[in-house]
Nanobody
Framework: QLELVESGGGLVQPGGSLRLSCTAS????????IVWFRQAPGKEREGVSC????????KYADYVKGRFTIFRDNAENTVYLRMNSLKPEDTAVYYC???????????????????WGHGTRVTVIS
């Protein structure tokens, strides 16, 4: 079965850290760009971070820049999102999406996403 599986979400206090994982099953991620999205309750889905297929380029939304880091481990067939200095407004369900041979991270987070994960919930609360 070809799928993406996110993990690593949880409950954390403001200022805390989490590392989300996006692992591919049934295919290899090394030829796919990965975009992390999030959707908070009652809000539209928004882009968070992107890494191209070659890992030569990354992109971060302004609201996470300097706090989040995206990186891949091809040996683990996984793309990670390291989240530091978490804020209550980071609370959301986080999803990853895979686009084949993604050379550039789109300015509007658009892409031809072949696979989506089911999401992992992040809750930041005192």
């Amino acid at each position: 079965q070809l799928e993406l599986v996110e993990s690593g979400g949880g409950l954390v206090q403001p200022g805390g850290s989490l590392r989300l994982s996006c692992t591919a099953s049934g295919f290899t991620l090394d030829s796919y760009g990965i975009v992390w999205f999030r959707q908070a309750p009652g809000k539209e889905r928004e882009g968070v971070s992107c890494v191209t297929s070659s890992s030569a380029s990354t992109k971060y939304a302004d609201y996470v820049k300097g706090r989040f880091t995206i990186f891949r481990d091809n040996a683990e067939n996984t793309v990670y999102l390291r989240m530091n200095s978490l804020k209550p407004e980071d609370t959301a369900v986080y999803y990853c999406a895979a686009a084949s041979n993604l050379a550039l991270c789109g300015s509007d987070w658009s892409g031809d996403y072949a696979y989506w994960g089911h999401g992992t919930r992040v809750t930041v609360i005192s």
